[in-house]
């Protein structure tokens, strides 16, 4: 069983994750200009080690005007609390969406983090290792721009199609990461005003491989819900104290085609399980873009969680 659970969870994420690199690039027409490192006065550093075989340093870029951070070596936590009166107690790790190469720190990140501080959720935004991309930023956008295969069609919607790709895709990296962010959130729970048995994950495309890898692997991590957000659509196998999942895509990003592998594993496991198929919204839409149907998913995102009582102060 323990053979099967690892296998599954990893062919899910790799194969999403060879994807997100392919469609990012499908179809560009969005420029990547440099952009100088913020200053981040609020990142927590988590102490969690580097990155083997890394040459180049933590550089940023801006591409469809959204501030974006590549070849992370050292992992950080930045808090974005409610104000004073406002709190809930509840509390999301939010983790930024980008293959696993850069890190969408805006639209991804601080902007859904500020987001759900506005509604008396505290949130923190987990900027985790990534692998190396080229050190030049030239080198760097021909790569991204790159021709890709189309994916292949789904017939079957009750299997996961494997996109080519590396045969594995070493995630020990982030879920320490994402472990370190938690422990974190708990020892610091009183500070930051938080209850501890509140605290759950949202993830981006590849963000929300890393909340599935971390709800399927972490042994250390209690998550009380989760909402992998345009993340990979294949099987998995659910551990019996899996927490509830929020899952959003729309039918027309790249990562759907037709798959609906991973909300059946939910539900077959009798996890509670919402899902979401918008019918426009293509991949990286963040909070949502202009006219696109996709645009209306956090509100619903904020009434799951007040129907599931996480935005109900225990106080009272």
Known sequence: MTCNFKSLAKSSIIGFAVWVLSASAM????????????????????????????????????QWGDPMARNITTATLTPFLPKPGKATGTAVIVAPGGGFRWLSMGNEGWEVAQALADKGIAAFVLKYRLYPTQESLDEFAAWMNRPRPTPP?????SKSVTPPGPP?????????????????????????????ARIGMIGF???????????LNSKTMKLAFIGPIYGGMGPVEVPKNAPPMFSVIATDDFLFNGHFGVVESWFKAGIPVEFHLYQNGGH?????????????????????????????????
């Open 27 to 62: 179809a560009q027409d969005g420029t990547i200009y440099p952009l100088k490192t913020p200053a981040e006065p609020n990142a927590i550093l988590l102490g969690t080690g580097g990155v083997a075989n890394q040459p180049a340093t933590e550089t940023w870029f801006r």
């Open 153 to 157: 069609p789904s017939t079957d919607s």
């Open 168 to 196: 594995k895709m070493d995630l020990s990296n982030q879920l320490a990461d994402a472990e370190a962010a938690y422990a974190m959130i708990i020892k610091r729970a009183k500070e930051w005003g938080v209850d501890t």
């Open 205 to 215: 495309s590849a963000g929300a491989g890393l909340t599935m890898h971390s709800t």
């Open 284 to 316: 990286g839409f963040g909070l949502g873009n202009p006219d696109k149907t996709s645009n209306r998913w956090f509100d619903a995102f904020l009434y799951w969680l007040e129907v599931n009582r996480f935005l109900k102060p225990k106080s009272s």
